[in-house]
């Protein structure tokens, strides 16, 4: 499977606790997105990376979240001393833009759903 | 700020053709998309529109895009069951892909 993957699909864990996902882009992809669904919605832009380097944060983005992307290839998204509102499917997206930027397609995993107790 | 708006519910039958409908606020948008999630999976682009256009056909989708009225649509035709689903209208005004989504419109196919 050449697709974006994430890992793991599911996360239940206790107020308080420190959690980690893993975005695998697709190969060669050089921009990597995270955003956040939560039921009933549509998702919303958390933060993004072009290459190593990230180059825009949402204000949904506290303190206590913080993504790495250190070799340009996968990513890891951490949340630490998690909150029942951080509840939401967790997404992670890849493409492959030139100079331009222009028609960017995004490419979706199936994404980790986080349940905060 | 940006916002996208679509209705929540439509209900077809098999055969028919179905027409999910989405406005938008920035003017300044660049390309519209159209994305189908099903239960438990990502969302999968189905297809966009540049600003420049007004219709875009692809097979069984229809992208009709009234930029003077912010409005977007998207018609399959001849709707299968395999087309229930969750679709996304999404909105990109800059040079990124910070899309901004509308809460998804669950279309209901029944036989």
């Known amino acids: 499977d050449t697709g974006v993957s994430q890992d793991p699909r599911h996360k239940i864990t206790k107020r308080g606790q420190n959690v980690t996902f893993r975005c695998d882009p697709i190969s060669e992809h050089n921009r990597l997105y995270w955003y956040r669904q939560t039921l009933g919605q549509g998702p919303e832009f958390l933060t993004y990376?072009?290459?190593?380097?990230?180059?825009?944060k949402s204000r949904l983005l506290s303190d206590r979240f913080s993504a790495e992307r250190p070799k340009g290839s996968f990513s890891t998204l951490e949340i630490q001393r998690t909150e029942q509102g951080d509840s939401a499917m967790y997404l992670c997206?890849?493409?492959?833009?030139?100079?331009?930027?222009?028609?960017?397609?995004?490419?979706f995993g199936s994404g980790t759903q986080l349940s905060v107790l | 700020g940006e916002d996208v708006e679509q209705s929540l519910f439509l209900s077809v039958r098999e055969g028919d053709s179905s027409v999910i409908n989405c406005t938008y606020t920035?003017?300044?948008?660049?390309?519209l998309y159209w994305y189908k999630q099903e239960p438990g999976a990502g969302l999968q682009l189905l297809t966009y529109?540049?600003?420049?256009?007004d219709m875009k056909q692809d097979q069984r989708l229809t992208v009709l895009l009234n930029k003077k009225d912010k409005h977007l649509s998207l018609r399959i035709a001849d709707t299968q069951t395999g087309d229930s689903a969750i679709y996304f209208c999404a909105e990109r005004g800059g040079n990124t892909g910070k899309l901004i989504f509308g809460q998804g419109t669950t279309l209901q196919v029944k036989p």
């Open positions: 990376f072009q290459n190593e380097a990230q180059l825009e």
């Open positions: 920035d003017s300044s948008s660049t390309y």
């Open positions: 529109i540049f600003s420049n256009m």
């Open positions: 997206a890849s493409s492959l833009v030139g100079l331009s930027g222009r028609n960017e397609k995004l490419f």
